[in-house]
């Protein structure tokens, strides 16, 4: 006989259990569904807008002002990075996403896409999918508690039905929130929410078709091509980082409104066109596509998306960073190995999950990525070059209102205990006696 306390315990488990499953199922369909008919309604402004003449290129300053005061007028907390914006509703305000950032965000981000503006659409919906379960548990009347989880179930259903890799949507949307812990409670109802959107969005017709990679054997040498990759591509991730939060705070010292530097962000990339072509503009799926079947990108392609994406967001656009990301690493991938004769795709796709790892400290998640695209002989690289190039990276993240917990290395120490944002590296004395003493220690 089981004592009555230990029954109690297990009914306690299942309900709970029970509960969040229905809620991951039907939160995850309805906002599957939702992505799906933002998904579908970009698709159909950008092919309406690629079908008119030339002079389609004069819609991009239109867009970027029409992004800003979409958002200005419906919803300011749809400003800028979808995903960032979520971060902050979560640590900051109890994961309250208004209700109204919703349509703010998929007009906007419509705005800022359809004539060529350089963002991602995980950002947006992300930010959608965050409102609407938001709006969700308000309804319900949820706790604190249990509105984070919902919100994160919105999230990892968002990216799952952005992505179509509902493992990896699920491990970014908990992954993300807090560099060096995971919240393995929520865990489970954010890979049901991922599941559940998938398949919605698969019987609402998106598709997520990306080419085959041939992934070599495992073998020693190219696994040391691979730790010499994950070297460069950390190089990559760092000036990605900062290009990006450089641009944005000299547009922000400009003492100009914001239509002005909404031209001058449509100025250069109109120029980035006219020299270029219009194929660093927009999101670049058809470049990353490219790669990853063996055609290699010009050598500066991974500079130059990277500050276009800046540009475009300090602007007044609206979208997220994650696709762009995606070009700078499988551009920066296929650079590498045309430069030492190796396989293009291959190491294409070891860019495109690198830098996600780097740029957004989400190791864990871009490595499930690499798995649910490309299959599971591209594990053992993939994970030690995402690994690599989250270690490389520092401090440095595309999303500023992450919370660092557990530092990369025991040479950063909170300045200030209460502010998880004041890491600070210790003066190499102490380095030097910790050392010592360590040393000592194991010694005796």
Same mark, same amino acid.
């Given at each position: 006989? #089981? @004592?009555?306390?230990?029954?109690?315990?297990?009914?306690?488990? $299942?309900?709970?259990?029970?509960?969040?499953?229905? *809620?991951?199922?039907?939160?995850?369909? /309805?906002?599957?569904? /939702?992505?799906?008919?933002?998904?579908?309604?970009?698709?159909?402004?950008?092919?309406?807008?690629?079908?008119? @003449?030339?002079?389609?290129?004069? !819609?991009? @300053?239109?867009?970027?002002?029409?992004?800003?005061?979409?958002?200005?007028?419906?919803?300011?907390?749809?400003?800028?990075?979808?995903?960032?914006?979520?971060?902050?509703?979560?640590?900051?305000?109890?994961?309250?996403?208004?209700?109204?950032?919703?349509?703010?965000?998929?007009?906007?981000?419509?705005?800022?896409?359809?004539?060529?503006?350089?963002?991602?659409?995980?950002?947006?919906?992300?930010?959608?999918?965050?409102?609407?379960?938001?709006? /969700?548990?308000?309804?319900?009347?949820?706790?604190?508690?249990?509105?984070?989880?919902?919100?994160? =179930?919105?999230?990892?259903?968002?990216?799952?039905?952005?992505?179509?890799?509902?493992?990896?949507?699920?491990?970014?949307?908990?992954?993300?929130?807090?560099?060096?812990? #995971?919240?393995?409670?929520?865990? /489970?109802?954010?890979?049901?929410?991922?599941?559940?959107?998938?398949?919605? =969005?698969?019987?609402?017709?998106?598709?997520?078709?990306?080419?085959?990679?041939?992934?070599?054997?495992?073998?020693?040498?190219?696994?040391? $091509? +691979?730790?010499?990759?994950?070297? #460069?591509?950390? %190089?990559? +991730?760092?000036?990605?980082?900062?290009?990006?939060?450089?641009?944005?705070?000299?547009?922000?010292?400009?003492?100009?409104?914001?239509?002005?530097?909404?031209?001058?962000?449509?100025?250069?990339?109109?120029?980035?066109?006219?020299?270029?072509?219009?194929?660093?503009?927009?999101?670049?799926?058809?470049?990353?596509?490219?790669?990853?079947?063996?055609?290699?990108?010009?050598?500066?392609?991974?500079?130059?998306?990277?500050? *276009?994406?800046?540009?475009?967001?300090?602007?007044?656009?609206?979208?997220?960073?994650?696709?762009?990301?995606? %070009?700078?690493?499988?551009?920066?991938?296929? *650079?590498?190995?045309?430069? #030492?004769?190796?396989?293009?795709?291959?190491?294409?796709?070891?860019?495109?999950?690198? +830098?996600?790892?780097?740029?957004?400290?989400?190791? *864990?998640?871009?490595? %499930?990525?690499?798995?649910? !695209?490309?299959?599971?002989?591209?594990?053992?690289?993939?994970?030690?070059? =995402?690994?690599? +190039?989250?270690?490389?990276?520092?401090?440095?993240?595309?999303?500023?209102?992450?919370?660092?917990?557990?530092?990369?290395?025991?040479?950063?120490?909170?300045?200030?205990?209460?502010?998880?944002?004041?890491?600070?590296?210790? @003066?190499?004395?102490?380095?030097?006696?910790?050392?010592?003493?360590?040393?000592?220690?194991?010694?005796?």
């Amino acid at each position: 006989m #089981f @004592p009555v306390q230990e029954i109690k315990n297990e009914e306690i488990i $299942w309900g709970n259990v029970i509960k969040w499953l229905a *809620l991951s199922v039907v939160a995850g369909a /309805l906002t599957g569904a /939702l992505i799906a008919f933002f998904l579908h309604l970009l698709n159909q402004s950008i092919s309406f807008v690629q079908s008119l @003449p030339d002079w389609r290129y004069a !819609l991009i @300053p239109v867009g970027l002002l029409a992004s800003y005061y979409t958002v200005r007028s419906i919803e300011p907390t749809a400003e800028g990075r979808g995903t960032d914006k979520v971060i902050e509703a979560f640590h900051y305000r109890a994961a309250r996403v208004p209700f109204m950032v919703v349509p703010a965000k998929i007009l906007s981000s419509i705005f800022t896409l359809a004539p060529g503006g350089v963002v991602g659409t995980e950002g947006p919906s992300v930010q959608v999918g965050a409102g609407f379960t938001s709006a /969700l548990s308000v309804l319900l009347r949820f706790s604190e508690k249990e509105r984070k989880k919902l919100v994160i =179930c919105g999230v990892a259903a968002a990216l799952s039905a952005v992505l179509g890799t509902p493992i990896a949507g699920a491990i970014f949307g908990v992954e993300v929130l807090f560099v060096g812990n #995971f919240f393995y409670p929520v865990l /489970l109802p954010a890979v049901i929410s991922s599941i559940s959107s998938y398949f919605v =969005c698969v019987a609402f017709g998106i598709s997520y078709a990306v080419p085959a990679v041939t992934i070599p054997p495992l073998s020693l040498a190219m696994f040391a $091509w +691979c730790v010499g990759a994950a070297a #460069f591509f950390s %190089f990559v +991730c760092i000036y990605h980082v900062e290009t990006v939060h450089g641009i944005e705070r000299l547009f922000k010292k400009m003492n100009l409104p914001m239509p002005v530097k909404s031209f001058i962000s449509a100025g250069i990339l109109l120029s980035v066109a006219a020299f270029s072509g219009d194929s660093f503009l927009g999101m670049g799926t058809e470049g990353i596509n490219g790669v990853l079947s063996g055609h290699a990108e010009p050598w500066y392609a991974f500079l130059l998306k990277s500050a *276009l994406l800046a540009v475009t967001l300090s602007g007044g656009g609206s979208g997220g960073v994650q696709t762009p990301t995606f %070009f700078i690493g499988a551009s920066a991938g296929g *650079l590498f190995a045309s430069v #030492f004769g190796l396989d293009i795709g291959f190491f294409a796709a070891l860019g495109l999950v690198a +830098c996600v790892a780097g740029s957004m400290n989400t190791p *864990l998640a871009a490595a %499930f990525m690499a798995v649910e !695209l490309f299959g599971n002989a591209i594990a053992p690289y993939a994970g030690a070059v =995402c690994i690599i +190039c989250y270690m490389l990276t520092g401090l440095r993240s595309l999303y500023p209102t992450q919370i660092l917990v557990q530092p990369k290395s025991d040479a950063f120490i909170l300045a200030e205990p209460s502010n998880k944002k004041s890491w600070k590296v210790l @003066p190499r004395r102490i380095l030097r006696k910790n050392v010592f003493f360590r040393k000592k220690k194991k010694s005796k």
